[in-house]
């Protein structure tokens, strides 16, 4: 029994939220499923974005040359 005590005690030292995850895996896998699809969507927004903007600064860019 003392390894996995061991092994949990290297992962809290190694940074891994151990609450985060026994919270995580109290939820359905609907709920999971739900929670990454709507972190997925905003990624894609961010993704998105940060394309349009870089676009206004490369056509910004391209008139002052």
């Known amino acids: 029994m ?5 092994a949990l005690e290297e992962a809290r030292r190694a940074g891994i939220d151990l609450d985060l995850l026994d919270a995580n895996l109290a939820l359905s896998v609907k709920q999971r499923w739900s929670q990454h699809d709507a972190a997925l969507e905003l990624a894609l927004k961010l993704e998105q974005a940060g394309k349009n903007r ?5 056509s910004t860019s391209a008139k002052a040359d």
């Open 54 to 58: 870089d676009a206004k600064l490369q």
């Open 2 to 6: 003392e390894k996995p005590v061991q």
